[in-house]
């Protein structure tokens, strides 16, 4: 594929159907010897002595009338191609080899009516103020439903891991450590609400330490990426070392470190105490010991997505511990065999070694691929960094994912990202979970390394294979929203299938017989509900980032509106549902930790300015909490 521009100077040499070429010897001669002018010239001279001298009479306009002689393209100045005095014979030619040809065919223009039009929330063209003004009103309105959900979590679960918005209760379902207050914390700093600042960090300044210290078993995936990475960027956001402080609320910066520092020196035993670089899963936080699942098994999404936390850490506080530990898992699967690049969902901290067959980007694989990109780029994007292994890791995996996973489905073409669950050599699954969707944010990431997408063209930064991933990224998120477009509650499911010549059930569409694609998407009984999950939102916050196409926005609205309509609980909060295929569904009374720290962050920052943690400077952990790129090179 060429890497030309598909616009240059060359094409106005040519007929490309913007510009037709007609030389100024084949217009003479196909006047005189066509029509009328033919037959009337020959036989009067008079008339050849005139046409000679209309001839000569236009010429010597053409070649009096004073010009530049430049040529403008996209990637060159206007510039004179010699100077006047050697070479007026020969632009006078150009001019009149110019003057011939046919005038450019120009784009269709709208009428005074057409350019006041909507492409689907009433964005008036061409007026950037009332389009600003607009998506700072919907940015409110995602403050607003942090505010009504913190305001059930403080209500009823203060301290709680999360609130049950129905019974108006909380539950400890995370260890014990608050998770919802510290997963919650970063979120309202980059809302501005100092006030759930100052409630927050007080509760983790006069409580965290005194649970950590006293708490049983957590596991050590979910209280990385919750707690630690929230504490991590609580203390960044507020200011601590190179730090943004965007607030002034709550404890100083150095409470934050503290108790992220308590934190991971009890969380370390998971990986001293195994006999490989794998880790255990649990950890026992009252007496620094650790033990695996059930089972004996670790996921291999959760020991491979617990790196940036610690590598900041490290960073942060000055102790390479941290990080050295968390790197040698990353180390050691690069040593492991792989299917191109495809990787098993277990693996074992006894052996070191991949267990088992079942490959997919969903449960207990996606955040590993994810890791692979982003531990890369917070290391600083460098070809010859010690993570670099990563980025190729990362490169050989996506090829994978294009080659065995990605395929379409009928009768409408939705790009989707399969399972295998028997190994290369079995079946392949049309399932796709919810979790899956946070791949085009990843891929597009991946493609600009957190650059717009003009940004890395002027750059010359995208090579063919960013280019196939850009494009698959933007297919995948399409392919996202309509899962939740083709649903009667205009919420996704947690599990769909696709409709593949290979693969089909009737009487399992999402209920909205409107959409499109109602017969390319299956929803089983047992896959319908709904837990507020982030993945689909999280992708269009980096697309629209990267590509700059409003078009992520107003899906991510309606989304936000769906959410609105129906998980909104009246005394505080926001529920999951059981079914999104039935409208009124049937709410389950859970508010995921990841509702406030992911969903309306990424929501927030979707409508925001794209100078809000931008993404060349920041990267966000698998649970949306930013942390900063390379802070000590």
């Known amino acids: 594929m060429s890497k030309s521009l598909p616009y240059s100077i060359k094409d106005v040499d040519y007929d490309n159907a913007k510009f037709r070429h007609r030389s100024f010897s084949k217009v003479v001669t196909q006047n005189l010897l066509t029509g009328n002018l033919k037959r009337d010239c020959v036989s009067c001279s008079t008339g050849k002595f005139l046409f000679l001298i209309l001839i000569f009479g236009v010429a010597y306009l053409v070649l009096a009338h004073s010009s530049s002689g430049g040529v403008v393209s996209n990637d060159r100045t206007i510039v004179n191609r010699v100077s006047y005095a050697n070479s007026s014979f020969v632009d006078g030619a150009g001019k009149i080899k110019r003057f011939w040809r046919r005038p450019p065919r120009l784009p269709p223009r709208l009428s005074p009516d057409e350019k006041v039009s909507s492409n689907g929330a009433g964005q008036v063209l061409g007026n950037p103020d009332v389009v600003r003004s607009m998506w700072i ?100 956001l507020s200011g601590g070392e190179n730090g943004m402080n965007i607030t002034q609320a709550g404890p100083k910066p150095e409470v934050y470190l503290a108790t992220a520092k308590d934190l991971a020196d009890r969380l370390l035993s998971a990986f001293t105490t195994s006999p490989t670089a794998i880790p255990f899963s649990d950890v026992i936080l009252h007496d620094k010991s650790a033990h695996p699942a059930p089972g004996g098994l670790s996921s291999t999404s959760e020991v491979s997505t617990v790196q940036l936390e610690f590598n900041y850490l490290s960073s942060v506080s000055g102790d390479q511990k941290y990080g050295l530990e968390a790197m040698k ?67 050989e995996a ?30 392949f699954s049309s399932k796709m979970d919810h979790l899956v969707c946070f791949l085009p944010g990843t891929l597009a990431l991946g493609a600009t ?115 609105e309509k129906h998980t909104k609980v009246d005394t505080g909060g926001y529920c999951s549902l059981d079914d999104v295929t039935s409208v009124p569904p049937h709410r389950r009374d859970k508010m995921e930790t990841f509702f406030l720290g992911e969903t309306l962050k990424y929501l927030y920052l979707l409508f925001s300015d794209s100078s809000l943690i931008p993404l060349d400077k920041f990267v966000f952990n698998t649970e949306a909490h930013p942390i900063p790129i390379n802070l000590k090179k």
């Open 137 to 236: 009103a919907r940015q409110q309105k995602v403050k607003e439903a942090f505010l009504h959900a913190w305001s059930g979590y403080k209500k009823f679960a203060m301290g709680r891991d999360e609130l049950m918005p129905l019974s108006r209760q909380g539950v400890d379902g995370l260890g014990g450590l608050g998770a919802t207050v510290v997963d919650a914390l970063d979120t309202a700093m980059i809302m501005g609400l100092d006030e759930v600042v100052a409630e927050a960090g007080s509760w983790v300044a006069e409580h965290l330490s005194e649970r950590i210290r006293t708490k049983g078993q957590v596991n050590l995936f979910e209280t990385t990426i919750r707690v630690l990475g929230g504490l991590l960027s609580a203390y960044h």
């Open 329 to 395: 898992v990353m180390e050691h699967m690069k040593t492991l065999p792989k299917f191109e690049g495809l990787v098993p969902i277990y693996i074992s901290p006894h052996s070191g070694e991949f267990n088992g067959e079942n490959i997919r980007l969903g449960s207990r694989g996606d955040s590993y691929y994810e890791y692979l990109i982003k531990v890369w780029l917070q290391s600083g994007d460098s070809s010859n960094s010690n993570t670099s292994y990563l980025y190729e890791m990362y490169k």
């Open 449 to 563: 390394k957190g650059l717009t997408k003009k940004q890395a063209m002027t750059n010359n930064m995208l090579n063919f294979e960013d280019l196939e991933n850009l494009k698959l990224a933007e297919d995948l998120t399409k392919t996202c929203f309509e899962m939740y477009a083709v649903t009667s509650t205009g919420l996704a499911p947690e599990i769909a299938y696709f409709h593949t010549e290979d693969f089909s059930e009737e009487g399992h569409d999402g209920g909205n017989k409107s959409s499109e694609f109602v017969n390319d998407i299956i929803i089983r009984p047992a896959d319908r509900h709904n837990l507020l999950r982030p993945e689909t939102v999280e992708s269009l916050f980096v697309l629209y980032r990267i590509t700059e196409d409003p078009k992520y926005r107003e899906w991510g609205w309606q989304i936000f509106e769906a959410f």
């Open 398 to 427: 996506m090829n994978g994912v294009r080659h065995r996973l990605v395929k379409k489905s009928i009768p409408n073409g939705l790009v989707f990202v399969g399972e295998l669950p028997y190994g290369l050599n079995g079946a």
